[in-house]
Each structure stands twice: as C-alpha cells, then as structure tokens.
C-alpha cells in the first residue's frame, strides 16, 4: 500500500542551524501538508503546496520556514535558523483530492 | 476560532464498545475525520464523514455527526488490544485549494483486558 515516507526519524540540531526536514509523498498526490505537534499540544497546521507552490500557511510559518519540491518526488521543509521552540513533531501529508490527507510517521526534530 | 474539543481519556474493557467524543465550532467543515495514532508511529487515517451525512458505517467503526449540536463521535466495536492507540479528530476549514486540518488534543484509549 503506498504510504508517505519521512526521513530522518529523529533529529537533534544546536540552536541556529538549519535543517531539512525531507518527505516522499503518495505517487501521483496533488496536495502536499506540514503539520507540526510541540509535545503535549495540538497538531497544527503549518503550510499546504498545490502546483508547485504555496496555497495556504500559517501564521507559525514565518521566514525561517520554507517548503520546496526539489525534484517532483521529494517535499521538504527547511528552517533556517531553529529555535528551541520550533522542537516538535513534524508530519507531512500527501492528498490526491481534498479530502482525504494521508500522514507520514513524522520525523522528531529536538533543537537543543 | 476554529477549535475543536476532545476528551484527553477513555478506557475500556476488551470486547465493550468504545465511543469517543468529539465537538468542533467551524459549521461549514465539510469533512470531519478520525485519525488513529499508535505508540512511536504516525497519524493513520481511519474514516471520515462528509458534513451532509449522519452515520456511517466502516466495519467495527461507526462514525455519528450531529451537525446541529457540532458534535462527532467515534464508536468501535467489540474494542480489542490492538485498539489502544491516541484518536484524533479534526475538522476541515477553509475552501478549494486552502484547506486544512483543525484537530483536536487526542483521546488517548486503553484498552484492558
């Protein structure tokens, strides 16, 4: 059954680096999503791609943030410099229509 | 804002029915949906309902909306082990190209056996 792949599974970065976060969507999904989840919180809404560029995002997803599909395969999210705030569980999703969001495991970024 | 509200815990016996409780505010959420978060692992899509419907029906789910109370409820059937999991609800807002997914905290059910 395809599924949405999220690399690495973990990840601990000193304040003020820059990571990327990396995801392989469905094959043939249209939508792309980040969601992120701070520990003990909700999960929130972060951006969502359509054709190559941003349709919606957040008010979380400020300038350090940005999204890119490098190569029609992989989707990630990179933030510049992290902040021990930005610590939190990260999903992206993949949709072939609008309704249904299939998530990846997440990928757990720790800024220590 | 669009919020919606979960129950934090629910435990049950194994073999008894489980419902899980779920209220949004946003009455123009056209699909509302359960997702199913197991220990270490991801958010697996279990069902979803479309806002114009009252029930429905996928195996040991049952999903009920009450869309005048904005009220959705998970039921699952003859509850096993392998049920203990976090169970989130969210609720869609937005239109055509900017949806997105407003979720509840997760109700988090033990199963025991």
């Known amino acids: 059954e395809p599924e949405v792949t999220q690399t690495p599974s973990h990840q601990v970065t000193q304040m003020g680096q820059e990571v990327i976060l990396r995801c392989v969507p469905i094959s043939n999904h249209l939508y792309f999503y980040w969601y992120r989840q701070i520990l003990g919180q909700k999960v929130e809404f972060l951006v969502s791609?359509?054709?190559?560029?941003?349709?919606?995002k957040s008010e979380i997803f400020d300038d350090q943030f940005s999204v890119e599909r490098p190569d029609g395969s992989n989707f990630t999210l990179k933030i510049r410099s992290t902040k021990l705030e930005d610590s939190a569980m990260y999903f992206c999703?993949?949709?072939?229509?609008?309704?249904?969001?299939?998530f990846g495991q997440g990928t757990r970024l720790t800024v220590v | 804002g669009e919020d919606v509200e979960q129950s934090l815990f629910l435990s049950v016996r194994e073999g008894d029915s489980s419902v899980i409780n779920c209220t949004y505010t946003?009455?123009?959420?056209?699909?509302l949906y359960w997702y199913k978060q197991e220990p270490g692992a991801g958010l697996q899509l279990l069902t979803y309902i479309f806002s114009n419907m009252d029930m429905k029906q996928d195996q040991r789910l049952t999903v009920l909306l009450n869309k005048k109370d904005k009220h959705l409820s998970l039921r699952i059937a003859d509850t096993q082990t392998g049920d203990s999991a976090i169970y989130f609800c969210a609720e869609t807002v937005g239109a055509g190209n900017n949806r997105k997914l407003i979720w509840g905290l997760g109700t988090s059910l033990a199963v025991n056996p």
């Open positions: 946003d009455s123009s959420s056209t699909y």
């Open positions: 999703a993949s949709s072939g229509s609008r309704y249904e969001a299939f």
């Open positions: 791609f359509y054709n190559n560029e941003i349709s919606e």
